[in-house]
């Protein structure tokens, strides 16, 4: 997109290929040895492949691995060995220049939403499977990078992680979770598990507040284009308040035990069918939830649906998300919002929190 800046990968340039053989529905180092290796083989791109055999290795591996002799760190799976990836990266005492590795992903997954996101903001067509595989491929080739949101997330007991997807709660991390058994069909297992998901539609009794855009203290009015990026994407600390190698410090928010500050939005209803905090355009490769985000806009696109609504109007909204159309409709009970930040504290512990699609014990939680 116009505005951005980008970077540039050498040539020949040196790859490190993260690689979940398990991911999807098995097929991940098949495809990468028949689509991915005889393009990136043309276009200059040498390869080492490091094959995950358990949970954490990717993390573990890039936490403690000296990553000079990569100029690039490649993953090929779900969004799940992302996460655990920049999560790897995010604990290193160097985050801050390791983070400046260009990462690349290449969808081998049943969820590839970021895969999609990209595909989406490059302006290729809506595509899945081999050839959204050969799109994101293509985009390796042509070796650009760019700079994308990542937000911080933390939990009533302490844990801290780093997204670079989603947040969610309710309906659609319970139709991620509960589908996992269907792993075997692809991403057909979604659609399976949203009809089961809908005849036991549940309800979520919790509080949400947000931090919207626009109101943020000191900052500018959001510009009109919603492509453009938003001022103050990065508020300087006062000197000396990190010690450097710490992570970074969350300056808009308080924490959990206190009252959210009193220029946040409180959200009237306690009672929810879903809670989704989403940063990037795809929910799935075919769920285009967040039409307007773009990989680096500061920008946490926040959807929630009250409690009340139909199984039919669900469906209908799910069925109009493959499109991105879904807010055409005007649902009442729909609501979204673009904050720079959000708390969720649910009543009781029910239900599955989700983040990048990895399932999180359910509690109080902002990012």
């Known amino acids: 997109p116009p505005g951005d800046s980008y970077g540039v990968l050498p040539r020949p340039c040196h790859a490190l290929v993260l690689l979940n053989p398990q991911s999807g529905s098995g097929r991940a180092l098949d495809d990468f040895q028949a689509v991915v290796q005889p393009m990136l083989a043309e276009a200059d791109i040498a390869t080492t492949v490091f094959v995950t055999e358990r949970p954490h290795h990717a993390h573990e591996k890039v936490r403690d691995e000296d990553l000079s002799q990569w100029d690039t760190l490649v993953v090929m ?3 799940g060995l992302l996460f655990e990836v920049v999560n790897g990266l995010m604990e290193r005492p160097d985050w801050k220049e390791a983070m400046k590795k260009p990462l690349c992903i290449l969808p081998g997954g049943s969820g590839n939403a970021l895969a999609a996101s990209i595909n989406y903001y490059a302006g290729y ?4 499977k081999k050839k959204l595989l050969t799109n994101c491929t293509f985009i390796l080739c042509k070796g650009l990078y760019t700079q994308m949101d990542l937000v911080s997330l933390s939990t009533a007991s302490g844990k801290r992680f780093f997204s670079f997807l989603g947040f969610g709660w309710g309906f659609i991390s319970d139709v991620d979770i509960d589908s996992e058994k269907y792993r075997w069909l692809g991403s057909a297992r ?5 009809l089961q998901c809908l005849a036991k539609l549940r309800v979520y009794q919790g509080r949400l507040s947000y931090l919207p855009m626009a109101t943020e203290q000191g ?3 959001a510009p009109r284009d919603p492509h453009a990026p938003v001022p103050n994407g990065h508020i300087p600390q006062p000197a000396g308040t990190e010690a450097p190698g710490s992570p970074p410090h969350d300056s808009l928010l308080v924490p959990l035990g206190q009252p959210v500050p009193a220029h946040w939005t409180v959200v009237p209803e306690e009672e929810f069918v879903l809670v989704y905090a989403i940063y990037q355009s795809h929910l799935g490769t075919n769920l285009l939830m967040a039409p307007a985000a773009r990989l680096h806009d500061s ?6 649906m009250k409690a009340g609504i139909s199984r039919v109007t669900l469906l209908k909204l799910f069925l109009a998300m493959s499109r991105g159309t879904h807010l055409d409709l005007n649902c009442p009970h729909l609501c979204y919002v673009p904050v720079r930040a959000f708390r969720l504290e649910p009543r009781v512990a029910a239900g599955i929190m989700t983040v990048d699609g990895e399932a999180l014990a359910c509690e109080p939680v902002q990012g």
């Open 77 to 79: 799976s779900g969004d």
């Open 125 to 128: 067509d809506h595509v899945a």
């Open 190 to 194: 979604f659609t399976l598990g949203t």
């Open 219 to 221: 900052s500018s009015p």
């Open 299 to 304: 920008c946490i696109h926040l959807f929630y």
